[in-house]
């Protein structure tokens, strides 16, 4: 109360400064409150901002200094040094090399996991598609290869180590790892469960590959001989450089120009968007939280404001005075808030990086950034601040010394009602009187609460949403693993083998070949392909319609159907890809130099899945030089471990079925989980920073209503009521606003769930993630609805309860 | 003829009321000179605290005009209003109204500072020469919450006195204080009227009006006597 003010002798200071220095001291609870809700939102708001702004900035510059080739182009006849040449004339080249690439495998305890190697000859001097050598002397030993940094930990080896690599034939070769370097134009390895390495044509003899440069990469430069990055501009000089090719004899397979930013950057961006909305969200329930609060002072001030309008203050003043007041608390929470901003924000960035494979340097935010921190916790404060400010400021001095009023029809058919339901016992009757007397700020309060349960609620549901999501989509996929061949087998002799096996129950062969969408006149279109061969990329599988072993939900028309040859099923991806085609209409592909046409028959959704085209078996049977071929098999064995898929491996190789890669269906898992594992955690973490400013708005308002009611209460300890009962009167409107709070907020968090669900889905697979309401997390809200109204109104309560009757009457 | 520092003509304030409109004040006419001191009498209801809130512009006449220093009050806007109070009126309450979490010294200095114009030294000056005025000067660095009644009442009197107004309005000043310290607060009332301020007082104790230099008595919210105290 006023005594406890301390008046340390101030008198520099204008009266209207002491007195806002005086009200905080003596608020300093609610203060509190106010500056902790600003300074969470303000520390999660301004750490998001902080890792977003750091990941742009260093996965741009990391990115652009690779200097990536614009446009990669398929010569099957290889390019010499002469070819070579005569390229980097062409107009529009700006500089062009030639590169090769081999996919094998990598024996990583026991288990094969896919292999990338880029052959770089030891005279390419690097121009572009640039690496960094971290350790070891480049180029490679005789042999030797050098890992990319992200893919040591996924392979367990780094310089000196040596690995176990597959040759063509499918025999073992060891091979020394004479040094490691960054690529930070690949995506990290252990998302994309696949070892990249760098090495010399060496290497490719020792494996059993022909050494031939069959990739030839070109930058581009525009008009005025400026490099160039514009897509247009390097599909135009690509399309160029693979018709002066084919006119020359040299065949074209495939011309990819992915886009010039890092493979996972797209999803990164538009992920921290979903993130720095939710951010957003969190700052604006804070400053609704301070304006209510703030509302709750004022009006326990407005006698003061009287006073201060009869000597002399005018409107803008008292607004004047309460918005320095606002001010000076939002910029010290602000000023409090820019350590943990800058710390999260760039741990988070830094989590993040890792799934870019960036490194991320800790430069001071830009101005744009700490002015959107700066504004967000100190501008968006005060203006929401500033309504009621006015409002209470605009008080005439006849009302701000007059007593408070309560309306007498304030909620009187809730009230009759609960008379009529309560019996004895008045508290609730009592409580919901009290808290009806001021409807606006009991609205306000279970709005905060409701928001912020709301939306607490939807970011637990998001995350249950993505594993149910990846659960389910899992589940279509009825095999433990899929076997893809070095080369097309026939699939009598792949039966022949499995048959010998009793690992496999089941199993089903399939044709699977990389294509280009293409134009109706067979023209080759320019792909997006990334270097690391999986981002981007399109092909065709040919299946039996009557598969048992997946079963994709159909988005759109039917599933593939026997007897319907010429008819083609996408998946989501697939038709993204192709500009969502209608159904009936021809999707023309590029497959193996051939241009193929079907029908569409239908979209189906498939989690897990690079952007596929199904065709029926058969439908590709031309391209393989004959029927009954395949070049992969999914099985189902009762004991899928990785030695038993090892061993059948084995097994087909020895049967003359050499196999190029083996994809265990668990490990589709852990590759979705690793893309989005970090985006979740965080997505979880802001959900609980908004029930924590929901709780906060609970207790702050509790505590202004308890204050505000002082002399009411010493009024009524003094005809009688014990403080026991004025304690169960405030822990009952305490509940009751918990209970109205839980209760909005479940019906406000079903919608709120869809479109975050919906958002995070299609941002990050192309698809909506499902609607889960997690039962656990209303639980968890309910627990903290109710937990913090009763911490709060007990609080307010025993505030009021020490208080004897002679200071609760004086109080003012 | 000397002017009127206070001039109300035909002031009239009417309350809707669900039960219908309440008269609360009916066509009163009232002028007061620098010097005087005019304590405003009658019965619980009778329209006293209605006319004194008009006169101070704390609320505006439903009819009539008010003019405080040759200003019209109703022609002025809320803030305006609240300027002219601080400038023109200062205002004496029944519960002093001290804000409780300033010092007396800086609620005397509050009013100065909102006038705008004046350094903190001078506001120091004014506002620690008006409560040795009031005898208080030793209390200044204290919360008013550690003051008694009367020097509560001096505090508040020495605030409405800051910028030096030519009127002073008081509503039941001394409802709140002993005799003793009551006689004490209406002596000074009587000796600012005697220095050339115009004091209005609203009281319901009869002898508070003994100190007045001239006494309304107000009846259903209509002037019924109007008459000056022979000294």
């Known amino acids: 109360m006023t005594e406890s003010i301390r008046t340390r002798r101030s008198h520099r200071m204008r009266p209207r400064t002491v007195k806002i220095v005086r009200d905080l001291r003596l608020s300093s609870g609610r203060v509190l409150v106010m500056a902790i809700a600003i300074a969470v939102a303000v520390s999660g708001f301004g750490a998001i901002l902080i890792a977003r702004e750091a990941l742009m900035r260093d996965s741009t510059l990391a990115y652009r200094d690779t200097n990536p080739a614009a446009a990669t182009l398929d010569v099957p006849g290889g390019v010499d040094a002469s070819l070579l040449e005569q390229i980097r004339t062409l107009p529009g080249v700006a500089d062009a090399t030639a590169r090769q690439t081999v996919s094998t495998r990598v024996l990583v305890d026991g288990s094969w996991l896919p292999m990338r190697l880029f052959i770089v000859p030891s005279t390419d001097s690097l121009r572009i598609a640039h690496f960094d050598v971290e350790s070891g002397e480049w180029p490679a030993t005789s042999g030797g290869l050098f890992l990319e940094r992200a893919a040591t930990g996924l392979l367990d080896a780094d310089t000196g180590d040596s690995l176990t690599l597959e040759r063509i034939d499918g025999s073992r070769a060891t091979v020394a790892v004479d040094g490691r370097v960054w690529d930070a134009a690949l995506p990290p390895a252990n998302q994309e469960r696949t070892g990249y390495g760098f090495a010399t044509p060496a290497l490719v003899e020792r494996l059993g590959y022909a050494s031939l440069n069959d990739r030839l990469l070109i930058t581009v430069e525009d008009a005025s001989g400026a490099p160039s990055r514009d897509q247009a501009r390097v599909d135009e000089v690509a399309g160029s450089v693979a018709a002066w090719l084919t006119a020359d004899g040299h065949a074209v397979h495939e011309v990819t120009a992915p886009p010039y930013r890092h493979p996972h950057q797209n999803q990164t961006e538009t992920v921290t968007d979903l993130l720095v909305a939710f951010a957003l969200a969190a700052l604006a329930l804070a400053a609704v939280l301070v304006a209510s609060t703030l509302g709750g002072m004022l009006a326990a001030q407005s006698r003061q404001i009287g006073i201060m309008k009869t000597v002399g203050a005018s409107t803008g003043d008292i607004v004047r005075l309460y918005a320095t007041m606002t001010v000076a608390v939002a910029a010290v929470a602000t000023a409090l808030a820019a350590v943990p901003a800058w710390f999260v924000g760039i741990g988070l960035a830094r989590l993040v990086g890792s799934i870019l494979n960036i490194d991320i340097i800790s430069a001071p935010p830009g101005a744009t950034t700490i002015a959107l921190i700066i504004g967000s916790g100190i501008l968006i404060t005060l203006a929401v601040a500033l309504s009621p400010i006015v409002r209470a400021a605009r008080v005439t001095v006849a009302e701000a010394l007059g007593d408070l009023e309560v309306r007498a029809d304030s909620g009187r058919r809730i009230v009759r009602a609960l008379s009529r339901l309560g019996g004895g016992d008045r508290s609730a009757v009592l409580a919901t009187r009290n808290l009806l007397r001021r409807p606006r700020r009991f609205m306000a309060t279970v709005t905060l609460l409701a928001a912020g349960g709301a939306l607490f609620l939807a970011g637990i549901n998001t995350s249950e949403a993505w594993t149910t999501w990846v659960d389910d989509g899992l589940s279509k996929r009825t095999y433990d693993a899929q076997l893809a061949f070095a080369q097309p087998v026939a699939v009598s002799e792949l039966a022949a083998a499995l048959a010998e096996s009793d690992a496999v129950t089941d199993w089903e062969s399939l044709v699977t070949l990389p294509a280009s969408p293409a134009s109706a006149d067979g023209g080759v279109q320019v792909q997006r392909i990334y270097p690391d061969g999986g981002h981007g990329v399109f092909s065709v599988t040919a299946i039996d319609p009557d598969t048992r072993l997946v079963h994709f939900d159909v988005r759109d028309g039917h599933w593939l159907r026997a007897g319907e040859p010429g008819s083609v099923v996408l998946n989501q991806a697939a038709a993204t890809r192709l500009g969502d085609p209608d159904l009936g209409t021809a999707v023309v592909v590029s497959v193996e130099g051939r241009t193929e046409s079907w029908t569409l028959v239908g979209v189906i959704d498939e989690v897990a899945g690079s952007a596929t085209a199904y065709v029926s078996t058969g439908a590709l049977d031309d391209l393989l030089g004959g029927p009954e071929m395949a070049t992969a098999v999914r099985v189902v064995m009762p004991d899928a471990t990785p030695q038993a898929i090892e061993q059948l491996g084995q097994r087909l190789a020895a049967a003359d079925l050499p196999l190029q890669s083996t994809v265990p269906t668990t490990e589709l898992r852990t590759a979705i989980d690793q893309h989005v594992t970090v985006f979740i955690m965080v997505l979880v973490a802001l959900a609980l920073l908004m029930a924590t400013i929901g709780a906060l708005g609970l207790a702050s308002a509790m505590t202004v209503s308890v204050i505000e009611r002082t002399r009411e209460f010493g009024i009524m300890k003094a005809i009688g009521a014990r403080s026991s009962v004025v304690g169960r009167l405030v822990l009952t409107e305490g509940l009751i606003t918990g209970v109205v709070g839980f209760l909005l907020a479940g019906a406000l968090s079903v919608p709120a769930t869809g479109l975050v669900s919906s958002t995070l889905g299609r941002l990050a697979f192309g698809l909506p993630l499902p609607l889960v309401i997690s039962g656990g997390a209303v639980v968890v809200w309910l627990v903290i609805a109710l937990l913090s109204a009763a911490l709060a109104s007990s609080g307010a309560a025993a505030r009021s309860a020490r208080l004897t009757v002679r200071e609760s009457i004086s109080y003012q | ?231």
């Open chain 2, 1 to 231: 003829m000397s002017t009127a520092i206070i001039d109300a003509r035909g002031i009239s304030k009417v309350y809707p009321l669900p039960a219908g409109d309440f008269t609360a004040l009916s066509d009163v006419d009232l002028r007061v000179e620098a010097g005087e001191f005019l304590a405003v009498v009658g019965r619980s209801g009778s329209g006293k605290t209605t006319l004194l809130n008009l006169l101070a512009g704390i609320d505006r006449a439903t009819a009539g005009t008010v003019t405080i220093d040759g200003t019209e009050l109703g022609t002025l806007s809320e803030s305006r209003l609240a300027r002219a109070r601080g400038t023109s009126i200062g205002l004496v309450f029944q519960f002093f109204q001290l804000l409780p979490t300033l010092t007396v010294l800086e609620n005397v200095m509050l009013p100065i500072d909102f006038a705008g114009g004046s350094t903190s030294a001078q506001r120091r000056t004014r506002a620690l020469e008006l409560l040795g005025r009031v005898d208080i000067a030793e209390q200044a660095d204290k919360l008013p919450s550690t003051l008694s009644g009367g020097q509560q009442q001096r505090a508040a009197i020495a605030r409405a006195l800051a910028n030096d107004p030519p009127v002073l309005l008081a509503d039941e000043p001394t409802g709140n204080l002993d005799s003793a310290t009551a006689d004490s607060v209406l002596a000074l009332f009587a000796s600012l009227a005697d220095s050339g301020k115009a004091v209005v007082m609203v009281t319901h104790d009869r002898d508070a009006s003994g100190f007045a230099s001239r006494i309304l008595t107000m009846a259903d919210g209509r002037v019924s006597t109007d008459m000056a105290v022979l000294a």
